[in-house]
């Protein structure tokens, strides 16, 4: 049974809590919960490691000038901040930024910056409002010739932020943020609201799951980018939950933390496609929302307190350094 939630503004904990409850592919074990919180310094290692290498991807390739440009821009990031992962056997797409060959989130990142880099105007409203399919080409080209995934939904999601940002805040997502007057948790329903590609919510077996991932991620990012200050200043941040995508289940996987029904388990490690919203996508999901909310519970009573987004952070890093994972789920969708 898992615990009562005593705070959930946004609805993800609720929302998911029947889902892991009632879930016949997917399954926490909490000995592992409580075994990989034990772990976590060592696995961590000294306070603000993990942090500070974040941090070192955000100078590295996040543009960033302090102005309601950069608020922009990572809106527009996040935004397009999904599905990076090539079909099997396929190369990854990826970009060479500095003479560095990246791939995924920081490949994304670097593209949008290598773009401004080039004086494309990729936080005015109306340039992404009216961009062309050829425009989005150039911006995310490879030097291996691929294309992106999901380009034409990507393209989409470009033309939406313009008109939104144009329509709702007069084209600047900075007066969406004076909007949330330092909440996070407003700012996240006010995307969600406004931008209908970050509506992330799902349907199991007729009740609503609110994810909520590019939408939470994007205030994080906001937070981040801007060092908790001016734009990125939030009082409520440990209101947030973790941002579910198909990395954190592979580490939380790894560690035991989460366990897979056999039949779903060799689908997974074959690489075989999951549907968007079928229940056993749904399930991964929610299952990772509760396990890393029932790891900061534990990481807390040990005398390690963490807000979610921050064991988000670490637990992405650290997927990102072990070379030994067994392959995470694939589902094609433009929330994460």
Request: hydrophobic share 45%.
């Amino acid at each position: 049974m898992l615990p009562a939630v005593e705070i959930d503004p946004l609805g993800v904990l609720s929302s998911t809590r029947g889902v892991v409850e009632e879930g016949e592919h997917v399954w926490m074990n909490s000995e592992q919960i409580q075994a990989l919180s034990e772990r976590w310094p060592e696995l961590i290692g000294p306070a603000g490691v993990s942090a500070s290498g974040l941090a070192a991807g955000y100078d590295r390739y996040h543009f960033f000038d302090g102005s309601e440009r950069s608020v922009n821009w990572i809106l527009l990031l996040d935004a397009l901040n999904f599905c990076f992962w090539p079909e099997k056997d396929q190369p990854r797409w990826g970009i060479t930024y500095q003479g560095e060959l990246l791939n995924g989130y920081w490949a994304e990142a670097a593209a949008l910056t290598r773009a401004v880099e080039e004086g494309r105007p990729i936080w005015d409203a109306a340039y992404l409002r009216d961009m062309s399919r050829e425009e989005l080409a150039l911006i995310f080209r490879s030097e291996q010739e691929q294309q992106i995934p999901l380009f034409e939904e990507r393209l989409t999601h470009v033309h939406e932020v313009g008109r939104v940002l144009l329509e709702r805040f007069d084209g600047q997502f900075s007066q969406a943020v004076a909007q949330a007057a330092g909440s996070a948790v407003r700012l996240v329903q006010l995307l969600v609201e406004a931008f209908p590609s970050f509506r992330d919510v799902a349907r199991y077996r007729q009740r609503e799951v609110r994810f909520f991932k590019r939408a939470q991620i994007c205030v994080a990012d906001l937070h981040a980018l801007f060092r908790g200050q001016n734009w990125g200043a939030f009082y409520d941040l440990d209101q947030l939950t973790i941002f579910a995508d198909y990395k954190l289940p592979q580490v939380l996987r790894h560690f035991g933390v989460l366990e897979y029904h056999p039949t779903l388990a060799k689908r997974i490690d074959q690489q075989e496609p999951l549907p968007a919203g079928s229940e056993e996508e749904i399930e991964i999901r929610a299952a990772t929302v509760w396990a890393c909310e029932l790891l900061r519970q534990a990481l807390a009573a040990r005398g390690l307190p963490m807000k979610a987004i921050e064991i988000d952070q670490q637990l992405w890093l650290l997927s990102q350094r072990i070379p030994d994972m067994r392959p995470y789920h694939r589902t094609r969708t433009i929330y994460y």
